[in-house]
């Protein structure tokens, strides 16, 4: 049985907090080069009109399938926020975690702490402003809306689309099992609205990538703006240990962020840094696959990704 008493604070390693600093620092450096590239090539009407299939979709079909991605986004975590109600067991490794076991209330506003929710926001966030965009461009001869606009939407999408593999991969091979191992078959994993975030996020990203606009990563120096996102939700969650359940001390919604596992969740983040990148390359590489192939390539592409990072019973 857990003995473990509550803590009053649980500040972060120091060895951690040095490492992220250090880390987006240097993505900080190459930020300015990548914007410029954004604005050069990327964030112009050509980008949001482009069809993959112009003999199967038209751009208005584009439009509506792209309005109605943002429109389920919106509508599942509207009813998160305003009707949602969910209990969440905590998952830390022991002996080395000094939290406590608790069960955090998930209700209200503490639907937008999770890193899954912060990126089905954006992705939701980047379709509709792609939707509108696209209206523009398509509806006034191709008039430009303004230039912060697509810069923004472009953007959006270089941080979402990525994100969507990496988080299908951890809740399948982390996540989920981890927490099926402490507390059986019983688990939050499998409600509707997860099985959404996790897995409706990747079947969007993909088809926009292989069979709608083909919304680009573009150069491969834009993997910054991915890393100060992950680093921005790092320092979020070190913030935010208190909120869950002030009865019971700081706490983590991810086993891997618990602060009180020292050198380990160093490294632990160090990794995920690591992973996002790798998720970023990958997404990248089908990309630049997509951009030389066929239909029944990306087909193959988008089933055999759904195969891999989908989840939806144990």
Known sequence: MNKTKPLKRAAPPLGAVVSMVAILAVCLQFLPASLDY???KEAIPDTFVRRMYPDYLSVWAIIGIRFTF?????SVQLNMLLFGSSKLRTVYIRPDSKLVDTTIEMKGHLYLYPFTCWSWIVLGLHFLLSSYVTWVIHSHARASPPTWLLILTVC???IAAPMTLLIGAVVKYALWPATRK???PDHNFKARNPLLQHNANILMALTELLFLGGMPLGSFQNITLAVIYGICYVFFSWSTMKHYNPETGPAAIYFFMDTTIGW?????LLVLVCVLMLFYSVFYGVEQ????SGFE???GIFISLMLLACRFRD
């Open 38 to 40: 954004i604005i050069a």
């Open 70 to 74: 943002g429109l389920l986004c919106a």
């Open 156 to 158: 959006l999408w270089k």
């Open 182 to 184: 402490k507390y059986g």
């Open 264 to 268: 380990k969740h160093t490294v632990s």
């Open 289 to 292: 696959m997509a951009s030389n």
């Open 297 to 299: 390539t990306h087909v």
